[in-house]
């Protein structure tokens, strides 16, 4: 692919975001450097910061930028001010529910990866989760979450409804099918169509566009059995697709498999920007101290350069993060005895980008603090 020129907006957000988001910034500045593609980045408030300074968890002039942008990366939002204040109407996060429902993003996917140098960070035995590589895609719009729901006249009962449309499903499930085939060519339905008329509607639907996708092997698992074998034997499966509150379990379940939330990174996409985020939290208390993991916001960034089919340049990053791990260049969550810092991480990541084999040089310098050509 030839030179691209694109706008990234940056939404630093709260606690810890603003010093990975930098980080993340930072690497693709290297990939621009290295494979000369303008990236522009535009930075607008998301977030408690947002309430603080405008009364508002997404100002209009955030949200008309991330309209105009080609993607946007965010850092996190939430501040314990609002958490630990139930009577507070405006909150951080309704900033970020706010912008997925603007921007249309239907389909939220979340890679699980287990790398070697973290097994032993999992709760779960190593012999089990080595070698696990899955992707998750969740439905982000529909559902349970979004349906009807109320109480009756004296309380006593209430109703969450659960609908789904044909076209919701479909604009899905042709994602999953495209991922399944840049990869190992499997995709995995987990529903509950033994019980549930929605889930019905999710298999037959799957089913009848599975001929578009001949190479996919589709198979499907209920939802209680899919929880269980994600822990028996997660290396079974390659693409997983499901329905809104499945898929939020599951994805939540699955991520102790990496052995750290401070490396798995997320999309959430639709048909115009998509929105790129680590999946922790903002983490007040690490705010400032430079010991936050940037890792899974830096992948957060790779997924992005995915979304702009620039795999070449979305794999230097992945290298370079893996590169990282196995030189020991991480932060104090993953190496108590580390003399590495948030920032000396992203340098070291960034260099490898612009050139692995050369990296090694800058090693000495990066942990000194005198990284500075980035």
Not at 245 to 273: C, K, Q, R, T, W
Not at 284 to 307: E, F, V
């Amino acid at each position: 692919m030839g030179i691209l020129s694109k706008r990234i907006v940056v939404l630093p957000g709260d606690g810890i975001g603003p010093e990975v988001c930098s980080e993340a910034v930072r690497v693709l500045r290297a990939v621009s450097s290295r494979f000369g593609h303008e990236f522009t980045f535009d930075y607008q408030l998301m977030g408690a910061c947002a309430i603080d300074a405008t009364g508002s968890p997404l100002p209009d002039a955030t949200l008309d930028a991330c309209r105009r942008a080609d993607a946007v990366l965010l850092g996190a939002v939430g501040d314990p001010k609002y958490d630990n204040d139930p009577t507070a109407k405006v909150r951080p996060e309704q900033g970020l529910l706010g912008l997925r429902k603007e921007l249309g993003l239907y389909a939220n996917i979340r890679p699980i990866t287990a790398y070697d140098q973290l097994l032993e960070h999992s709760p779960l035995k190593a012999e089990r989760i080595r070698g696990t590589d899955i992707l998750i895609f969740r439905e982000l719009t529909g559902g349970i979450y979004f349906g009807e729901k109320g109480r009756s006249e004296d309380r006593t009962s209430a109703y969450d409804h659960c609908t789904y449309s044909r076209e919701e499903i479909l604009r899905i499930a042709h994602r999953a099918f495209k991922a399944a085939e840049t990869r190992r060519h499997q995709l995995t339905l987990v529903d509950k169509a033994n019980v549930l008329e929605t889930s019905r509607l999710w298999r037959e639907t799957v089913q009848s566009i599975a001929p578009e996708y001949p190479s996919v092997a589709l198979d499907y698992l209920f939802v209680d059995n899919a929880a269980m074998q994600i822990i028996l034997n997660p290396r079974q499966f390659d693409v997983i697709l499901t329905e809104n509150m499945f898929g939020d379990i599951i994805s939540d379940e699955a991520s102790v498999i990496a052995g750290s939330l401070g490396l798995l990174p997320s999309a959430s996409v639709g048909n115009g920007a998509a929105l790129f985020e680590p999946i922790h939290g903002s983490y007040p208390q690490a705010k400032g101290k430079g010991i936050a993991n940037p890792m899974a916001t830096i992948l957060s960034a790779a997924m992005l350069l995915d979304h702009f089919h620039l795999q070449e340049e979305a794999d230097c990053v992945r290298d370079a993060v893996q590169h990282a791990l196995d030189q020991g260049v991480v932060t104090p969550e993953l190496n108590p005895t580390t003399l590495y810092s948030t920032e000396q991480v992203g340098n070291f990541i960034a260099y490898s980008v612009l050139d692995i084999a050369d990296c090694e040089v800058h090693r000495n310098n990066i942990k000194l603090g005198m990284s500075t050509i980035i």
